[in-house]
């Protein structure tokens, strides 16, 4: 049997499904691959290049000035140390020094021991009276404190004792002197206390 032009013509398979899909499909869709590209985001409201190199410069000069105080600093530090090391070595040098007429004397002592034994306690004496002197120069004072009262700031108390003749808490004896003010102390004097009677 002959087909007619009014026969229904035989639809390839897929082909029906490809049209259905093209009604579907907005107008103006898929044009072309330029429309899939994602939109470029937009640049931040008040951004400005300039701005921004502006700050970027700040930060790099604020972190310049912070390397340059950071080895200042240690240039300090470095400096504070030498110098603190130098006065060190002055101020032994100077107390050293003071001692010298202290040694002099002990060698000058020793040196008359041998020709006159009697003068030794005279030397020892004398010896022992520039120490002293030296000791008050450096700041230091000695202090025997005999008949005073007790002061425990000043004292070290190493014995008590009855003692009727002098009021209870009195300095009786000076076993150690002292040396230095209430400011600057160097040692406590060791003494004994009197007490009352029966304590």
Known sequence: MSSTPNS??????GQSADRDRSLERPEGAGQGPEQEK???PAE????DPGEVE??????????DLWRRALADLDNLRKRMTRELETQRRAQRAEVTAAWLPVLDDLERALE?????PSSVVEG??????????????????RRDDLGVPFDPARHSAVAVRADPDV???TVVEVHQPGYGDDENQLRPALVSV??????
Not at 54 to 63: I, M, S
Not at 194 to 199: I, L, M, N
């Open 124 to 141: 020892i004496r004398s010896v022992r009276d520039r120490a002293v002197a030296t000791l008050r120069d450096l700041g230091y004072p």
């Open 8 to 13: 229904r013509r035989t639809e390839q398979p």
């Open 112 to 116: 008359h021991a041998e020709s006159d």
């Open 44 to 47: 931040p409201a008040g951004s």
């Open 38 to 40: 994602p939109a470029e």
């Open 167 to 169: 009021p209870p808490g």
């Open 54 to 63: 502006r700050l970027r410069a700040r930060v790099e000069e604020l972190e």
């Open 194 to 199: 009197s007490a009352r009677a029966g304590d």
